[in-house]
């Protein structure tokens, strides 16, 4: 249905105010929907660190230039799939609505104040509450066909993660 078609309908019915008010739902919606997605536990499914590229979901490695010396060894790549499915693939990164972002890591727990900033994709962490802007950790995101990608800039390299809910 055309929506002035459905905006003249709510008019003879004098619904002018319902009409606006979904139109603003709508509208709004719209624009702070993503926060609301970002919401939930998310769990990596593939890790990119520089030295190589890891995804579960369809059991690949790719190797950069650091790990060529491993490249035909299927023992060390063994070994390294384990080790990068326990470090990686065993985290989670929870986004809850009273805006505190939970890393559980392999071997620790983090937890930060975030806001979301569309305009620049960016997920904004911070420690203090935002009582002080300048320990900012700033990790820029996407969020699309339910994968929200990261890139955590903690290290040298960014560390990439796609992760799934």
Do not use: C
């Not at 709004?28 to 990119?48: H, T, Y």
């Not at 326990?86 to 009273?98: D, G, L, P, R, T």
């Not at 960014?158 to 799934?164: A, R």
């Amino acid at each position: 249905m055309d929506i002035w078609v459905l905006y003249t309908i709510l008019k003879h019915m004098n619904l002018n105010k319902v009409f606006y008010l979904i139109i603003t739902f709508l509208l709004s919606s719209n624009a702070f929907g993503q926060s609301e997605k970002i919401l939930g536990s998310w769990k990596p499914f593939a890790v990119d660190n520089g030295e190589f590229y890891m995804n579960i979901k369809n059991d690949s490695i790719s190797l950069y230039k650091e790990f060529d010396y491993v490249r035909n060894d299927s023992l060390k790549i063994k070994q390294m799939k384990d080790v990068v499915s326990q470090i990686y693939f065993s985290q989670k990164h929870i986004f809850k609505e009273n805006g505190k972002y939970i890393q559980d890591l392999f071997m620790a727990n983090f937890e930060f104040d975030y806001k979301v900033d569309q305009s620049r994709n960016l997920i904004l962490t911070f420690e203090n509450q935002f009582k002080n802007n300048k320990n900012a950790l700033e990790i820029p995101y996407k969020l699309e066909n339910n994968i929200l990608y990261l890139e955590i800039p903690l290290t040298e390299t960014v560390i990439k993660l796609w992760l799934k809910k």
